[in-house]
């Protein structure tokens, strides 16, 4: 009898151990999560007190700050491009290509490739840059700029007969929503074609495909 009276205490210990155990642990993910919670709660509060400087394009004053609220903030992807652009008007291209492309998984939005597009073309990395306006035309297919950003980078690698046809592309294309932007690219578009034409005679630009 004694044996089995020892045997229940033993078990009964072992449960209120467990039992512990197991509140000790819900409590320390709890705290785990509420100090996680509370530290991005703090990184936006410093994140909003930092954009009004973003938003007057004082990117040079600002970038330290993206850089320490970074590992808070890196799951927002409105973070991600606010940073990744103070990089690249910093002249950091290869180090905002990185944090605009972890934006770029994480959102549709097609300024993530454009912008990645504009930093390599900066490098001189002229078919990343390709590469890039074109994902970023695909991602949303009826948008004018990245064929704009195109037009651009095929004028500056002299590939005439590309840049005609992605001016002839801008000036054809009826967008979804028309813009005072989209007005102004497809102007720019135009006056590509009558700057062209000038410059090489009439009916050259029509040899396209």
Excluded at 91 to 105: A, R, T
């Amino acid at each position: 009898m004694p044996m089995v009276l020892d045997e229940k205490k033993r078990n009964r210990k072992l449960g209120m151990m467990f039992g512990l155990l197991l509140v000790v642990g819900v409590e320390a993910m709890v705290c785990v999560r509420f100090n996680k919670s509370y530290r991005t709660w703090v990184a936006v509060r410093h994140w909003d007190m930092v954009r009004p400087y973003f938003d007057r394009e004082k990117y040079e004053g600002i970038e330290n700050c993206y850089r320490v609220l970074y590992p808070d903030l890196k799951k927002d992807v409105g973070f991600l491009f606010e940073y990744g652009m103070c990089l690249s008007y910093n002249g950091h291209y290869e180090e905002s290509n990185i944090i605009l492309n972890e934006g770029s998984k994480r959102s549709s939005d097609p300024m993530f490739f454009n912008l990645m597009g504009k930093n390599f073309q900066a490098l001189g990395r002229f078919e990343e840059a390709e590469e890039m306006f074109y994902k970023a035309y695909y991602r949303v297919p009826h948008r004018i700029y990245p064929l704009y950003l195109l037009m651009g980078l095929y004028e500056k690698e002299g590939r005439d007969l590309e840049m005609l046809e992605k001016a002839h592309q801008i000036v054809g294309k009826k967008e979804k929503v028309p813009s005072s932007l989209t007005e102004y690219l497809k102007k720019e578009a135009g006056l590509k074609l009558q700057e062209y034409e000038r410059n090489n005679g009439k009916g050259k630009n029509m040899e396209i495909d």
